[in-house]
């Protein structure tokens, strides 16, 4: 089982404010892990560092016992970090089957070179990822299969955070930062998304970190969550316990 | 067009799995339907490669030749637009490129005698690696920027070439080019020239469809449309960026080589900023993102101006007006898909 992210003594300071304050964090081989805060607590920053997007003041990142954090944001891909964004990002002149498939870009065998030539081992690899790539879309019924040639555009909000999440599992990834996967979803498709999300990591075989603000998602998935507040992290361990935790209540809604 | 060819892909390999193993009856249909499309297909190259053929013998010289400049300006745009509509890099000293071809032939051609396939070669290889050793540091410099700093290269290169006298010939250029040749094959009259740029483009443009349509296609344009995404999924940004700026240089310095042996002389006057700007807005009226746009804009603007000439002195404003007409209602240009504002922002 692969997927052991440990960040180490995490710091991120912009001018004087420290977005991230010493934080460090586990993720289990094959685990759900849940990363929750409020607004500001500085939860995609820390997914910017692991993923390289921001440079840290200070971090030590390891992926299964490999330290990472020199590499820069598509070499952490290639090693097997794959990630949402919060603020959907996707090629939206292309299409749902080319955005998935473009996912796969670390597994090819084949150099984007020959793929110029349209060499038949080019092609033939190309037409393997696509039935990935639908095998992968199949889990989420018949919402994208019909889709496969529209433009993202043409998408509706949850559609295109499915489409996203396709592409970062078309990698094969050791682990998957998702950044709040369920936001636009009305609860029934939460409900949904938490079961297809754990069927498609079953698939991939890879552990997850997950940000996200609904509280029931995260019970339904994680067996760990660290809680974030103002860059430093407050608590940690099973939902439940986390749930009770005075110091966490006070955070989120100011009462004692 | 390639909406339905796309389209018809996945969806016809999907129908034949159960379908092939099923009813013979359930074959038959589809596969009448895909001949007919077949031979619509066909029909329409057979029909296109008359037409292509036919000028020199029903047009007069005077059309002969603006045709010869519209396959000319093919390659150049085709490269334009695979630089700015597929990869979204606003570069705007593409007729420094040109330039380059075609002084690679006024000096490996005219000067030295060198025989005209190794030299049309040269051109293109030159070109790229001028495209190349432009992009290494230009290509780091994104969106508005690069368009400055494309337009000081073109600045440069035109200064250069004025200067250096011994080589190039200063502002008198270099005259009297050979006449091209490729074995017992001498390409001479307004005929001949119309058909080795209609080769050339025709070539340049299925080099170019191969390029986009390939997985490398997709990548550099995944690049354009999010480049902090496509550097999630691995794709490494500056390589991708640099080997489209290299294939655009090299087709320009073909076009340049091109127009050199047509043209017979090779001075500045040629391949300024303003011949930049008229590439530019080639690609961007024919359509960002689309080869056959590329087409269309060179036809256009080289073809226009030319079917508008009995309006003499309005002829230049009336093209400015077809051109303020088709951004107010297609800015994305006639067969594109991307919207030149949408690169600015980047």
């Given at each position: 089982m692969t997927g052991n992210l440990q960040c180490r003594d995490v710091s991120v300071v912009f001018g004087g404010l420290a977005?991230?304050?010493g934080v460090s964090l586990n993720v289990g081989a094959g685990s759900f892990t849940g990363l929750i805060g409020p607004n500001g607590s500085g939860k995609t920053t820390l997914l910017n560092v692991v993923t390289g997007v921001q440079r840290p003041t200070h971090a030590e990142i390891e992926l299964d016992h490999r330290r990472?954090?020199?590499?820069t944001l598509h070499e952490r891909a290639r090693a097997g970090i794959a990630r949402t964004f919060q603020t959907l990002r996707l090629?939206?002149?292309?299409d749902v089957i080319d955005n998935v498939t473009l996912g796969a870009h670390r597994l090819c065998e084949r150099s984007a070179f020959e793929s110029v030539f349209h060499t038949s081992a080019a092609r033939r690899e190309l037409r393997r990822q696509r039935e990935v790539a639908e095998e992968l879309l199949a889990?989420?019924?018949?919402r994208l299969l019909p889709r496969?040639?529209?433009?993202?555009?043409?998408?509706?909000y949850a559609n295109r955070r499915r489409v996203e999440i396709a592409r970062a599992l078309m990698m094969r990834p050791a682990i998957l930062l998702l950044d709040e996967?369920?936001?636009?979803?009305?609860p029934a498709e939460t409900e949904e998304l938490a079961e297809q999300l754990r069927m498609l990591t079953a698939m991939v075989g890879c552990s997850v970190l997950l940000v996200e603000h609904k509280m029931d998602f995260i019970a339904a998935l994680c067996s760990e969550v660290y809680v974030l507040d103002h860059g430093s992290c407050l608590a940690h361990g099973p939902p439940s316990s986390v749930q009770q935790d005075p110091m966490v209540a006070e955070a989120f809604f100011g009462i004692e | 067009m390639t909406q339905r060819l796309r389209g018809a892909g996945p969806a016809s390999a999907r129908n034949r799995g159960p379908a092939g193993k099923g009813l013979s009856a359930s074959i038959i249909g589809p596969s009448r339907a895909r001949f007919g499309w077949f031979a619509a297909v066909i029909s329409a190259c057979v029909a296109g490669t008359f037409g292509l053929l036919v000028p020199p013998i029903l047009c007069s010289q005077y059309e002969v030749h603006v045709l010869t400049l519209v396959c000319i300006y093919i390659p150049l745009v085709l490269g334009q637009n695979l630089i700015?509509?597929?990869?979204?890099q606003l570069s705007m000293g593409h007729a420094a490129f040109y330039g380059f071809g075609a002084y690679t032939v006024g000096i490996?051609?005219?000067?030295?005698?060198?025989?005209?396939p190794p030299v049309l070669l040269a051109a293109i290889v030159a070109t790229g690696l001028l495209g190349f050793l432009v992009g290494l540091?230009?290509?780091?410099?994104?969106?508005d920027y690069l368009f400055i700093v494309t337009i000081g290269l073109n600045l440069v290169f035109i200064d250069v070439v004025t200067q250096w006298n011994s080589m190039?010939?200063?502002?008198?250029?270099?005259?009297g080019l050979p006449i091209p040749s490729f074995g017992p094959i001498e390409v001479r009259t307004y005929s001949d020239f119309y058909y080795l740029a209609l080769v050339i483009a025709l070539l340049s443009l299925a080099v170019v469809i191969a390029i986009v349509r390939s997985r490398f296609g997709r990548m550099v344009e995944a690049v354009r449309d999010d480049s902090l995404a496509a550097a999630a999924c691995g794709i490494s940004l500056t390589p991708v960026r640099i080997a489209v700026f290299v294939v655009g240089a090299g087709l320009a310095g073909l076009s340049g080589a091109v127009l050199a042996y047509f043209i017979g002389f090779v001075g500045?006057?040629?391949?300024g900023v303003e011949q930049s700007l008229l590439i530019f807005e080639m690609a961007i009226l024919g359509g960002l993102g689309s080869a056959a746009g590329s087409v269309v804009g060179a036809v256009l603007l080289v073809g226009v101006p030319e079917i508008l000439r009995?309006?003499?002195?309005y002829r230049l404003g009336m093209v400015g007006l077809v051109m303020v007409v088709l951004m107010v209602y297609r800015p994305q240009g006639?067969?594109?898909?991307?919207?030149?504002t949408n690169l600015i922002r980047k």
């Amino acid at each position: 089982m692969t997927g052991n992210l440990q960040c180490r003594d995490v710091s991120v300071v912009f001018g004087g404010l420290a977005a991230l304050n010493g934080v460090s964090l586990n993720v289990g081989a094959g685990s759900f892990t849940g990363l929750i805060g409020p607004n500001g607590s500085g939860k995609t920053t820390l997914l910017n560092v692991v993923t390289g997007v921001q440079r840290p003041t200070h971090a030590e990142i390891e992926l299964d016992h490999r330290r990472i954090d020199h590499l820069t944001l598509h070499e952490r891909a290639r090693a097997g970090i794959a990630r949402t964004f919060q603020t959907l990002r996707l090629f939206d002149t292309l299409d749902v089957i080319d955005n998935v498939t473009l996912g796969a870009h670390r597994l090819c065998e084949r150099s984007a070179f020959e793929s110029v030539f349209h060499t038949s081992a080019a092609r033939r690899e190309l037409r393997r990822q696509r039935e990935v790539a639908e095998e992968l879309l199949a889990v989420f019924g018949e919402r994208l299969l019909p889709r496969l040639d529209q433009q993202i555009v043409t998408l509706s909000y949850a559609n295109r955070r499915r489409v996203e999440i396709a592409r970062a599992l078309m990698m094969r990834p050791a682990i998957l930062l998702l950044d709040e996967p369920a936001a636009g979803m009305n609860p029934a498709e939460t409900e949904e998304l938490a079961e297809q999300l754990r069927m498609l990591t079953a698939m991939v075989g890879c552990s997850v970190l997950l940000v996200e603000h609904k509280m029931d998602f995260i019970a339904a998935l994680c067996s760990e969550v660290y809680v974030l507040d103002h860059g430093s992290c407050l608590a940690h361990g099973p939902p439940s316990s986390v749930q009770q935790d005075p110091m966490v209540a006070e955070a989120f809604f100011g009462i004692e | 067009m390639t909406q339905r060819l796309r389209g018809a892909g996945p969806a016809s390999a999907r129908n034949r799995g159960p379908a092939g193993k099923g009813l013979s009856a359930s074959i038959i249909g589809p596969s009448r339907a895909r001949f007919g499309w077949f031979a619509a297909v066909i029909s329409a190259c057979v029909a296109g490669t008359f037409g292509l053929l036919v000028p020199p013998i029903l047009c007069s010289q005077y059309e002969v030749h603006v045709l010869t400049l519209v396959c000319i300006y093919i390659p150049l745009v085709l490269g334009q637009n695979l630089i700015t509509g597929n990869s979204g890099q606003l570069s705007m000293g593409h007729a420094a490129f040109y330039g380059f071809g075609a002084y690679t032939v006024g000096i490996l051609g005219g000067v030295y005698g060198w025989p005209t396939p190794p030299v049309l070669l040269a051109a293109i290889v030159a070109t790229g690696l001028l495209g190349f050793l432009v992009g290494l540091p230009a290509i780091r410099i994104s969106g508005d920027y690069l368009f400055i700093v494309t337009i000081g290269l073109n600045l440069v290169f035109i200064d250069v070439v004025t200067q250096w006298n011994s080589m190039t010939g200063g502002t008198s250029g270099i005259p009297g080019l050979p006449i091209p040749s490729f074995g017992p094959i001498e390409v001479r009259t307004y005929s001949d020239f119309y058909y080795l740029a209609l080769v050339i483009a025709l070539l340049s443009l299925a080099v170019v469809i191969a390029i986009v349509r390939s997985r490398f296609g997709r990548m550099v344009e995944a690049v354009r449309d999010d480049s902090l995404a496509a550097a999630a999924c691995g794709i490494s940004l500056t390589p991708v960026r640099i080997a489209v700026f290299v294939v655009g240089a090299g087709l320009a310095g073909l076009s340049g080589a091109v127009l050199a042996y047509f043209i017979g002389f090779v001075g500045p006057t040629d391949f300024g900023v303003e011949q930049s700007l008229l590439i530019f807005e080639m690609a961007i009226l024919g359509g960002l993102g689309s080869a056959a746009g590329s087409v269309v804009g060179a036809v256009l603007l080289v073809g226009v101006p030319e079917i508008l000439r009995f309006l003499q002195p309005y002829r230049l404003g009336m093209v400015g007006l077809v051109m303020v007409v088709l951004m107010v209602y297609r800015p994305q240009g006639i067969l594109g898909k991307v919207k030149v504002t949408n690169l600015i922002r980047k």
